[in-house]
């Protein structure tokens, strides 16, 4: 295949190899360069919803997850102030008929090597691990990527180059270097527990979302059922990229105190001996999306609070949409410049639309006394199926379909 049909994808997170997938399928050359030596299980469990798992399935990616992703039957949002559940909005293998695709919950390191597996069988896509891209120049037919491997500094040329490396992107720092992450003041902190460490009730394929004072927790189930993912989201002022040291498993179980917390909420965290925590960074909203031949794609133009479980979906739907617009003709760096600025153009709306809604939900989650009581009182009063069509426009999104009305998060 000859080098102007060549794209370069720099990072093989989720979105990037997403979008090697779907750059591939449409007859490009894809070669992604990726950082890590090794694809490492960083993060812990995702939530998919259909306008993401759709594009998965699309890919041929549920053969390869049958025995990881975990179907839930319902999620339960509870709430610390009454005690328990408010409302369960029911999922399972009627709703993803409903949807025609699942919903998935999975863990990041489960998925990222089964899209990894996938793309390694297609002699289209080059998987370089090891490679740090360093900086970029335009060229006659495109444009020259520098990358290090190791101590050796290499070259390549390519029609079109793709940032899917992430919050704390360089190829966003090459091509916009104002614009920053910003810290939200609020840590995820993270744990995977064996299903053995909880009662018999917690093996149940359901997503638990608690809403408290100040905080919130999130748990289901990820690896087939074999495991437990847990979320506890709390402010902080741990600020750094990346993930922290350990987390001390004593100051989370105070800030989850019989005073505010019921015992089911307060036996998940004290289950937990090993946490993880993640400061919790975005991009600010409306940031820009291309310059040139240079597009980013996923959380490096459009990183986001997790309360929506969105950021990796959203990344999908930008390897999806992207794809589909270079295979409609994009060979010149003009073309693809213009390409490029139609993709951000059709996805700016919508994924300001979710970060949006993510922040959001993330007041309503952790919202005391009088408005905690007047939040549960219209959760109950909504009801499931209200609940649930308000997520409608979020979980309808198609590739060949435009988006529908009605806003509110419920899930992460
Ligand atoms: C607590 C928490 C819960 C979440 N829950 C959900 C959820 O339920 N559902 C959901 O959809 N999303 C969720 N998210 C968000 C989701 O994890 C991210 O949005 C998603 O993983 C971003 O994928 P990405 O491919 O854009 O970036 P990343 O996963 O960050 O991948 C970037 C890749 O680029 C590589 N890289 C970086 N710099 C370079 C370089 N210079 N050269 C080469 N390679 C480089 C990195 O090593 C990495 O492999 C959650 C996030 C958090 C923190």
Redesign the pocket.
Known sequence: MSASRTIIV???????LTASLTLASKGFRVVV????DHLEEV?A????SPN?SRVLTGLGLQERLALQAVVPEAISIMSARAGGELVRLPLGDAASARAGAPYWVVH?GELQQALAAQASENPHIELRLG???EDTAPHAKGLTVA?RNGSSHQQELATALIG???????VRQHIFPEVQPRFSGLI?W?ATLEISQLPREYSARRVQLWMGPNAHLVVYPISGGRKINV?AVVPGTWNRPGVSPPGDAFEIRDVFSPSQWPAPARMIVGAVDKWLK?G?FGVPEGSPWSKGPVAL????VH?ML?FA?????M?IEDAAVLANLLADGAASPAEVTATFKRYGDLRRARVMRVQRTARQAGHIYHLTGPMALARDTVIRALGAQRMLARQEWIYSWRLDRPPQGASLST??
Do not use: M, N
């Open positions: 720099v990072g093989a997170g989720i979105g990037g360069l990726e950082k890590s993060g469990g995702l939530q998919l993401a990041r490679c740090h891209f990358y899917a490396d992430g919050v704390w992107s360089t995820a993270r979320v993640w919790l794609l996923g959380d490096a990183a997790p479980a969105q950021g990796a979906a990344a899930a992460q």
